[in-house]
C-alpha cells in the first residue's frame, strides 16, 4: 500500500520561500514517477511539477523560474522549494505518485495519478 504524506506548507508573505517535503512508504527507489498538484479554491487541480523515474523532471510553464522539484530515493522522500511566492500560489498542494514511467504530456495531469497525498495547505499574504 503505497502512502504519501506532505508537510512543510504554511503562511508565508508574499516574496517569502517554502520547502514542501512528500514522504512516501510502501515502495522504494524510483519506480514511481512523483508529481506535485495544487488546487486552490473553487478552481481545478493543476499539475504543478513531476520527476520521472529517470529522473528527468517537469515544471508547468508559469512556475518554472521559481519552483524546484527534487528527490531523495534514498529517504523515499520528494521534495518541492518554491522561491519568490505570490498570493496567486495560495493552494493545497498535493503530492501524488504513479507506478512507473509517465510520457512528457502526461506527467502533469492530475488523472494520470493513482496514488495521492491529503495535501499540506500553502498560504501567501501579500
Known amino acids: 500500500q503505497v502512502q504519501l504524506v506532505e508537510s512543510g506548507g504554511g503562511s508565508v508573505q508574499s516574496g517569502g520561500s517554502l520547502r514542501l517535503s512528500c514522504a512516501a512508504s510502501g515502495y522504494t527507489g524510483s519506480s514511481y514517477c512523483m508529481g506535485w498538484f495544487r488546487q486552490a479554491p473553487g478552481k481545478e487541480r493543476e499539475g504543478v511539477a513531476a520527476i520521472n523515474t529517470d529522473g528527468s523532471t517537469s515544471v508547468a510553464d508559469s512556475l518554472k523560474a521559481r519552483f524546484t522539484i527534487s528527490q531523495d530515493n534514498a529517504k523515499n522522500t520528494l521534495y518541492l522549494q518554491m522561491s519568490s511566492l505570490k498570493p496567486e500560489d495560495t493552494a493545497m498542494y498535493y503530492c501524488a505518485a504513479f507506478p512507473g514511467r509517465l510520457s512528457w504530456w502526461s506527467r502533469l495531469q492530475a488523472g494520470v495519478y493513482k ?8 498560504t501567501v499574504s501579500s
Open 115 to 122: 496514488y495521492w497525498g491529503q495535501g499540506t495547505q500553502v
